[in-house]
């Protein structure tokens, strides 16, 4: 999930998210990654203004959080419903709290590829936490298995 300032400096601060279907590594030096957001996302402009995400990664047991953010309409209420809550960091971007992976980026470029804007974003803190990750592959839901 892609995490961001609704509006900047509004009180009380408030995040918009987008479930990511395209996440990636791209450099490790500088550390780069990238994100593929579609021209129609309300997170588009929020992203453009920014100039900052986060990104969460979810544990598998968090499906209803990856749902909820892959709707354009999000509400307290319905985030209260599913107990999302968020850590602020001290740029002012908002982290989902009990996930296995958030990450805060810069971005450092953007390119419109057809109906996608690309993110470069420059990794400027990563925190990783124990648990398994939620996984969408050929459209469904999956949990990793063990190595035999």
């Not at 990654?33 to 047991?61: A, I, M, W, Y």
């Not at 999302?84 to 709290?97: C, D, H, K, Q, V």
């Amino acid at each position: 999930v892609v995490t961001v300032p609704r509006a900047p400096k509004q009180a009380p601060p408030q995040a918009y998210g987008m479930t990511a279907n395209s996440f990636a590594s791209v450099s490790l030096d500088p550390f780069l990654t990238l994100v593929c957001v579609d021209q129609r996302s309300h997170l588009l402009p929020l992203l453009k203004q920014n100039r900052f995400f986060g990104v969460n990664v979810l544990k598998e047991h968090q499906q209803a959080i990856s749902v909820y953010f892959a709707q354009a309409d999000q509400t307290l209420e319905a985030e209260a419903e599913l107990n999302i809550r968020y850590r602020w960091t001290e740029a002012g971007i908002p982290l989902l709290e009990e996930t296995i992976a958030q990450i805060v980026c810069r971005v450092v470029a953007s390119y419109i590829a057809g109906d996608h804007t690309i993110f470069l974003g420059e990794v400027q803190s990563a925190d990783l936490f124990p648990g398994e990750p939620l996984i969408f592959f050929r459209s469904q839901y999956r949990q990793l298995a063990p190595l035999r």
